[in-house]
């Protein structure tokens, strides 16, 4: 099902309106859907790369509005079903701990996920669920993926097909390792 459903988005790269299906896939990845925009940009991109930043801006911008759908999920899921059972369960309070906790990190969860393989659209959800402050969710989100989109878009405009190899086999494996090693960084600081 993953496959076909790959297939087809990979199809929409050569439609006439590609940038709109580009806007509605990068839209619904970001709280439902699960194949990323990437694997339209790319196509976009080495088919036209004088168009690689608005390619990737269309991306950008729709992807962070969709993450807004995804915050918007959680926070009202959260509010009219699960806020109602914990507290009949008695654990209104443990959801409240783990709220807070969330949020203590919650800069870095929005920015890993934005950029990483790590599905965007789980922590949108869960930034919503947890009552994030929405200024740090947005601003987190145009951050993480604007780097995400500009860094594949520079790279595609620059070296081409094999950066789209690198980047199908790779990219995610190496911007995890980077944010791993910088809040690594962070908490040694912290701590030392």
Do not use: C
Not at 19 to 37: H, K, M
């Amino acid at each position: 099902m993953l496959k076909s459903l790959y297939d087809w988005t990979m199809s929409l790269a050569d439609h006439p309106k590609a940038l709109w299906v580009l806007a509605i896939v990068a839209f619904v990845e970001s709280s439902v859907f699960p194949i990323p925009p990437d694997v339209l940009m790319i196509p976009m991109i080495l088919a036209r790369p004088t168009r690689a930043w608005l390619i990737a801006l269309v991306a950008m911008i729709s992807s962070v509005l969709g993450g807004l759908a995804g915050y918007g999920i959680g926070h009202f899921f959260y509010e009219g079903v699960g806020q109602p059972i914990l507290a009949a369960l008695g654990k209104a309070e443990a959801m409240s701990a783990f709220n807070t906790r969330f949020n203590d990190f919650g800069f870095w969860a929005v920015l890993t996920a934005g950029i990483t393989p790590f599905p965007y659209k789980v922590i949108t959800i869960m930034s919503g669920w947890t009552a994030m402050p929405l200024g740090t969710f947005l601003a987190t989100s145009i951050l993480a993926r604007g780097l995400r989109f500009f860094i594949v878009a520079a790279l595609l405009r620059a070296f081409g097909e094999p950066v789209r190899v690198f980047i199908e086999r790779r990219l995610g494996l190496v911007f995890t390792a980077f944010v791993v090693l910088l809040i690594g960084g962070f908490v040694l600081v912290r701590y030392l």
